[in-house]
């Protein structure tokens, strides 16, 4: 569903993503890991198509990105840690604007089906500057949901929510998993992640540094495979740093 | 053969349609939204409209002229009103999208680009068309000029379409940045300087009562601004907003 192969992307003279090779399987929920200013949000905002690739190939679902992007966004559904809302508008607005703007069938009804899937049905006609945090980020869900993308990006969807809130966005994120989306997270929560994800990847110093499946290790065990991939990445850039 | 040459053709032209459709759909989803939000908040026009409004009356203590002279400036003094008070809304309209991440959110959508151009071109125009529709009365009053010409009117119009065709494109560069509310004015004012000595002579030159043959070129030079930027930006757009 998503090739990457030797993906870069520069800013000027920085390079962030310096190569990156990445696969998901159609229904693979993929938790990419990393500490801060790894890359993960450049690598998936390049996969969204809102940031246009240096060098290196990205298929996402067969077309080719950036000159394919208006197909590949058809297919995407995205979640950042900023919910894409405007406050000035209802639930129901906000869904009925971005329904319009992807050409959603029936959006009356699709409208009214997300806001009962992220439990908001009730609180539709209330304005999204009045909603706390986390019913933002399930509304959020809720847009990005709303054209049945194949695949979903989630850009650390749990940043700034309490427990109860976050414990209802995993509810609702298993269930985007149920129904056999592709989901892409990225996370600094490893317990989370070990709950949620069917594999997890490891993106250090711009490129995949590891990548483990589910069946491979046990929930209790991510945490030290996270530890050492770091310390690998490290001691490899301090051997070519002293060569 | 020829049979299924008709069909390719019947195909094509329906597919051309729905592209239309969607654009369109697309460009009004737009502009609802920025008039829905505006309509609750009143944040971006109240802010213009006051600000036009202090500055023409700054302008009536400030130039304490005769009849005669209060004439021949009352055009500069509109369209100084008018730029200010418009780059005042175009900044806010665009800082909107960004502060809550909603450009991405725009920009997501499988749609072209562009069709977010025109919207927000088209909401700016709506907004400037209100401030001018109330500012223009109390100018009237308060210079002692009648100011209902329909000549005049066109050169408004033609003259904001400029204005805002621009407008919109370059703010929608200037909020990348975190100089925004800085550099907008910088980029703008040069760009626009055509367009607007053009309005202010032909405004002029309408309230003073001369022969169409000295205002037409004026009324050429807005017109042919307003088509090729309109269509500069129509093409440069996508590769503004993206990283």
Redesign the interface.
Same mark, same amino acid.
């Given at each position: 569903m998503i090739q990457v192969r030797k993906l870069i992307k520069r800013f000027g003279l920085k390079t962030v993503l310096r190569g990156v090779d990445f696969q998901v399987e159609a229904g693979e929920f993929v938790a990419l890991l990393g500490p801060n200013g790894a890359g993960k949000t450049t690598f998936l905002r390049v996969l969204a198509s809102l940031s246009r690739p240096s060098m290196g190939e990205v298929r996402i679902a067969g077309y080719q990105l950036p000159a394919q992007a208006a197909a590949v966004r058809r297919r995407l559904g995205v979640v950042s840690h900023q919910p894409l809302l405007y406050g000035d508008l209802t639930a129901e607005e906000n869904l009925h604007f971005y329904g319009l703007m992807y050409g959603v069938a029936d959006l009356d009804r699709r409208v009214a089906q997300v806001l009962e899937m992220v439990g908001l049905y009730a609180r539709r006609r209330d304005l999204v500057r009045t909603f706390s945090r986390g019913m933002q980020q399930r509304l959020a869900i809720g847009r990005a949901v709303l054209h049945d993308p194949e695949v979903m990006l989630f850009d650390e969807p749990h940043t700034g929510l309490d427990q109860d809130a976050s414990a209802m966005l995993d509810n609702v994120l298993r269930e985007v998993a149920v129904r056999g989306r592709t989901v892409v997270m990225t996370s600094h929560d490893l317990a989370r992640a070990a709950d949620l994800a069917s594999r997890f990847d490891v993106l250090s110093r711009g490129v995949i540094a590891a990548s483990v499946h589910r069946s491979e290790i046990e929930p209790n065990q991510l945490l030290g495979f996270y530890r050492q991939t770091l310390l690998e990445v490290e001691t490899r850039r301090k051997e070519r740093v002293s060569v | 053969m020829e049979e299924s040459a008709m069909d390719v053709s019947r195909q094509a032209t329906f597919e051309t349609r729905s592209a239309w459709r969607?654009y369109l759909?697309?460009i009004?989803? %737009?502009v609802?939204?920025d008039l829905?939000?505006?309509l609750?908040?009143r944040e971006l026009l109240s802010a213009m409209l006051v600000f036009a409004l202090l500055v023409i009356l700054i302008f009536n203590f400030a130039l304490e002229l005769d009849a005669e002279t209060r004439a021949t400036v009352t055009s500069g003094v509109l369209w100084v009103t008018f730029a200010f008070a418009g780059t005042l809304g175009l900044n806010r309209s665009m800082a909107?999208e960004k502060d809550? @991440?909603?450009l991405? @959110?725009?920009?997501?959508?499988? %749609?072209?680009r562009s069709a977010i151009y025109f919207g927000k071109a088209i909401g700016n125009l709506v907004f400037m068309f209100v401030v001018e529709i109330i500012v223009l009365p109390v100018y009237s009053i308060l210079y002692n000029v009648n100011l209902f010409n329909p000549g005049l009117i066109l050169v408004i119009v033609l003259g904001s379409l400029g204005y805002v065709a621009v407008g919109t494109l370059l703010s929608s560069m200037a909020v990348q940045t975190r100089t925004r509310d800085v550099l907008l004015p910088i980029l703008l004012f040069p760009v626009v300087i055509p367009v607007f000595i053009a309005a202010v002579k032909a405004s002029g030159f309408f309230l003073a009562g001369r022969e169409m043959v000295d205002i037409w070129p004026y009324l050429n030079l807005m017109i042919v601004y307003d088509v090729i930027f309109t269509a500069v930006a129509f093409m440069t757009f996508d590769y503004v907003v993206?990283?």
């Open positions: - | 969607a759909r697309s009004w989803a %737009v609802w939204k829905a939000a505006e609750r908040s909107m809550r @991440g909603c991405d @959110g725009l920009l997501l959508a499988p %749609v072209d993206e990283e």
